[in-house]
Every structure is written in structure tokens, then in C-alpha cells.
């Protein structure tokens, strides 16, 4: 059972240099709360980039075939193959990119097999094969190869980001594939091959991650062993535009301690040694998948369990950030958080072959939320953060099989947050009051809300989120400089925690209008138990 209480003290808490939240006198459980929320805007905070935004897509179950790739012929709505609702939702979103082949496939995927007449492409082995229910056959036809994900691209307006296969590949069979991608036709003959298998221009692909999860699925090593390997896959890159920004493989995030010994030990290796390290992946999942813990029936205490974990992703930003720091002063390489989410115990998939897949409800969606502004706020130190995976995988933005197809409420924040994107962070100072939980492990406190704020040209993006289950926040904003013209914002919320979308109830969660109330330089809005809201303020 979780009891919740407010604390009456008058404190204040640092969370970021660009949020902090303090805690003023606090109401009984289920009235409203009140928050002040201060924000100075100004054009000195780090541009919070579209890449924070990322989008993940593995060979995996239900993912690929077929939710994103259903194949030219079907009957099933599709542009050149390509599954067409998914396309407009991902425009929708302004989707930045998508990490693709995977995850632990990509250690084992030959880029080759997917190229050339589709009719001739060879049948070959699935990392994830083995986990399909019996009768199920989840070998990999190469029907999606990597034409059709640069279509992908081009059609959704992504940026590719490839994962290189360093398990079973060589350095010289991923310089292969960087020189097919990238060389100009007159260059290099796999220039002229991949214009005879019909794309003349380049792909330009600049962002390369140097393998998977090296220290589990990429290969079980040490971080000394993926340390000289990743040295022998990239000091020979070829020299095609545009520069690449590559990926090491990083830490699980989500391991007690946070997996700092990987940083240490990847950074103590690289010492010396004349090798670019852009961006160091980092995975971080909420991981209940060892836990009783089930997606779409739980009780208060699941609903902050999972939120709290989930939080925890902000220490693991800034304990690797903070290692890293200590080999690379100037903070060269940034985090790529290229694979994050929710991840629950099997036994609740939309279809067994779909592998992985969850029916998100509303605290994912919470979840979501947090974790983006997270991501914002953090947003001098991120480079990519991709969420896994967008379709049928884990955290999804949708599910989709046969010709249904459903948006899940995490969809929704994509969709409310994507004005952040290329925005200037803004400073963002909470006082509130606080939620102190009594969960499993004992007493917990959580902030009554959070959020973050960035600001476009005259426009003050705030996102804001009330994890409450009982009471509402009547918060005030305030600028510490400037007026704000007008307002409008949208909300998420749900009076059921377990709300979600399913395909024959598609529209039970999704935003609607949220009244802002404009008065001078300051706005009032109120925000529901269980609630995200997303507002655009005009300003002076
Ligand atoms: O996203 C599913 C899997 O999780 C990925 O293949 C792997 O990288 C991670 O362990």
C-alpha cells in the first residue's frame, strides 16, 4: 500500500543547472497542490537538439515485419513499401532518426544480404530467432535492407544512424559499408553498386555507432578488449563526406553502480591512443523485467515504482558525465542514449511473435515525459537519445499488425514535446510541494512536478508533468524578464492510471486542449492528477 504525504517546509533543492525545484507548504492528498514556476529566458542555455528526440529500430519480433515494413504488394496502406500511417506519424513528430539494424541483430547482421533483387536476398539467422514461440519463424528474409531503410529516411525526414556489426563482421566489412553509403558514384566501385541497385546519390551517413552492447549480445568483452577492437574499426574509416560522428559502445545504465567500470576501464584503454571517440552509447532501461511488476495491471505503488526507477536515469547522466570528464576535459564526446525505455516482464505481447511488444498505458506515458525533460535539461551533455523501439518493441510510440494499427499514449508526448526540438534551453526554477511515497524499500520522496522550458524565437516552450495520482497542481509561471502575449497548451491525462490504447479502443488516451489562463508576464494553469502538460507561450 503507498501513502502519501506533503512535507511543510520551505526548502530548496538544486537539480540542474537548468531546473531546480524547491518545496513550499504542502495540502492534503487529493486537493489541489500549488507550484511557482520561475524561467528566464535568454539565449545562453545549449540548444536542446532534435537528436533527443532518436527513434530505435531492430530486426526484433513484430518491429520491422511488420510494423514498419509491409512489403510493396500488401493490402495494407504503404508508400513503396513502407507502412504509410507509421510515416505520417513519424512526420507528425518530425522525426530526427532512426538508430537501425539494431540492438544485439546488428553483431550479427552482413549489410550485403540486404541489397541487390529482393527476390534473391538469402534467408539468414536471427539473433532473436531462438526466443520465437514454437512454430513461429523469425529467420530474417532481407526484405528491409538498407535501400529501403534510407527510403525510410528520406520519406520520414530522419537522419540515418547505423549500428556496425563488430561481433560476427570485420573492420574491413564495416569500411565496406561506410564506402557503399557514402562514396560518390565515380569514386569507389561499390559507389557504382549502389547506384545499380538504385541509389546514385550518396547516402551520407554520419552518424555510425561502432557496434552493440560489446560487453553482453556484441561480443561479451572487457572494456580493454572493445577498446582495441573499436581502434581497429575505425582508424582506417573511410574518408567520404560527411565527417562521421562515431559511437562507442558504453555502459548499461541500469546495473547497480550504474556500469561506471565500462567508462573507466573503456577511457583508461583509450589513453595514448590516436582514436575519435564522438559520442559513448549508453543503455538505460527501467528494467522490470525481473520483477512482478505487469504493463497494464498494477496499483499505486507500481505506478511510482516505475516512475522512480525511471528517474534514475538523470544520476546515470551525470555519474558517466562526470567520469568522463576526468579523460576528456573538454567534454569532446558526448552521451548517445541510444537505447531507453520501460522494459516489463514477458507474457503481455500483442501477439506472441511479436516479441517484446507492451501495451504502454498512461505511466508509461508519464514516464516518457519525465525522461524527455530529463533529456533536456540535460541537454549540454546529450548528443542522441533514441527510444526502444518505436513500433511493437518494448516502449513503443505505436503497435501495429496486419492493417491495425494504434498510437500508445507515449506517442502523444513525442507529439506534444517536439516543439523543444532546436530550441534554446531555458532556465527553469520549481518551487512545489513534494510527494513522499512509502513504497517497498521504505519512505521515498519524488518532486510534485517537474518539467523543463526552452525557447524558440518568441516562443517559451514548457513542459510540465504532475505524477500525482490524487491531487492537481495549480501552477504559476513566471518569467524573470519579458511578458508573455498569449498562451495555448495541450494536456495528457486520464482519470484510470492503467488507461491505454488498444486497437479496437484507439483513442482512450490522447492530449486535449489545456486552458491557460495569460495575465502579464505570468500564466496560470492547472494541472490534473496523473497529467503532462505541453504549453506554447508567446512573449514579449
Ligand atoms: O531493445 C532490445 C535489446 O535490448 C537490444 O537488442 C539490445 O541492444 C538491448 O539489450
Request: aromatic share 10%.
Amino acid at each position: 500500500m503507498v501513502r502519501f504525504h506533503t512535507v511543510n517546509r520551505r526548502a530548496f533543492l538544486s537539480t540542474s543547472a537548468f531546473a531546480s525545484v524547491g518545496f513550499i507548504a504542502g495540502v492534503p492528498p487529493g486537493v489541489a497542490g500549488d507550484a511557482e514556476v520561475e524561467i528566464t529566458p535568454s539565449s545562453s542555455g545549449p540548444e536542446i537538439s532534435p537528436h533527443l528526440y532518436g527513434q530505435f529500430l531492430e530486426h526484433l519480433g513484430g518491429v520491422i515485419y511488420d510494423g514498419v515494413w509491409v512489403g510493396p504488394k500488401s493490402k495494407v496502406a504503404n508508400v513503396d513499401g513502407i507502412r504509410k500511417q507509421f510515416l505520417d506519424d513519424m512526420k507528425r513528430i518530425g522525426v530526427p532518426d532512426f538508430r537501425w539494424p539494431g540492438g544485439c541483430f546488428a553483431d550479427g547482421y552482413h549489410w550485403r544480404d540486404g541489397i541487390g533483387d529482393s527476390a534473391k536476398r538469402p534467408r539468414t539467422y536471427n539473433y532473436w530467432q531462438v526466443q520465437a514461440p514454437r512454430g513461429v519463424d523469425l529467420t530474417e528474409t532481407n526484405q528491409f535492407g538498407i535501400h529501403e531503410f534510407m527510403k525510410l529516411c528520406r520519406l520520414s525526414g530522419a537522419e540515418p544512424y547505423l549500428a556496425a556489426n563488430m561481433g560476427s563482421g570485420s573492420p574491413a566489412e564495416f569500411h565496406d559499408w561506410v564506402s557503399y553509403c557514402n562514396a560518390p558514384v565515380g569514386s569507389v566501385s561499390l559507389a557504382a553498386e549502389r547506384a545499380a541497385n538504385g541509389d546514385r546519390d550518396p547516402f551520407g551517413v554520419r552518424w555510425w555507432g561502432v557496434g552493440n552492447e560489446s560487453w553482453g549480445c556484441g561480443g561479451n568483452m572487457t572494456p580493454q578488449e572493445y577498446a582495441t577492437l573499436y581502434r581497429r574499426f575505425v582508424t582506417q574509416f573511410p574518408a567520404f563526406e560527411p565527417r562521421p560522428y562515431l559511437v562507442a559502445v558504453g555502459p548499461r545504465g541500469h546495473t547497480e553502480g550504474m556500469d561506471i567500470g565500462w567508462t573507466n576501464g573503456f577511457f583508461e584503454s583509450m589513453q595514448g591512443h590516436r582514436a575519435v571517440v564522438d559520442g559513448l552509447s549508453v543503455h538505460f532501461y527501467t528494467d522490470f523485467r525481473n520483477k512482478p511488476e505487469r504493463v497494464t495491471t498494477f496499483d499505486a505503488k507500481g505506478w511510482y515504482d516505475v516512475l522512480l526507477e525511471g528517474a534514475r536515469i538523470e544520476q546515470v547522466i551525470e555519474g558517466h558525465w562526470a567520469a568522463m570528464g576526468k579523460f576528456d576535459t573538454t567534454h569532446h564526446t558526448k552521451l548517445v542514449i541510444d537505447e531507453w525505455g520501460v522494459w516489463y516482464r514477458v507474457g503481455e505481447e500483442i501477439d506472441p511473435a511479436y516479441l517484446l511488444s507492451q501495451p504502454l498505458t498512461m505511466r508509461d506515458a508519464m514516464h516518457t515525459a519525465m525522461t524527455l525533460d530529463i533529456f533536456n535539461r540535460h541537454a549540454d551533455k546529450i548528443a542522441m537519445a533514441n527510444v526502444a523501439q518505436t513500433i511493437n518493441c518494448i516502449h513503443s510510440l505505436f503497435l501495429a499488425e496486419g492493417d491495425r494499427f494504434v498510437r500508445t499514449p507515449a506517442y502523444y508526448v513525442f507529439e506534444m514535446y517536439r516543439n523543444h526540438m532546436r530550441s534554446t534551453l531555458a532556465a527553469m526554477h520549481i518551487k512545489c510541494d513534494v510527494l513522499k511515497i512509502s513504497g517497498k524499500n521504505g519512505p521515498v520522496t519524488m518532486q510534485a512536478l517537474s518539467g523543463s522550458a526552452s525557447i524558440k524565437g518568441k516562443t517559451l516552450t514548457v513542459t510540465l508533468t504532475n505524477p500525482s495520482l490524487d491531487s492537481s497542481v495549480t501552477t504559476r509561471i513566471r518569467l524573470t524578464a519579458g511578458s508573455i502575449v498569449e498562451g495555448q497548451g495541450r494536456v495528457l491525462m486520464h482519470p484510470e492510471m492503467t488507461a491505454k490504447n488498444t486497437f479496437d479502443r484507439p483513442d482512450q488516451v490522447k492530449s486535449a486542449p489545456l486552458p491557460v489562463n495569460v495575465r502579464g508576464n505570468r500564466v496560470e494553469v492547472s494541472l490534473p492528477p496523473r497529467s503532462i502538460a505541453a504549453l506554447e507561450l508567446r512573449i514579449s
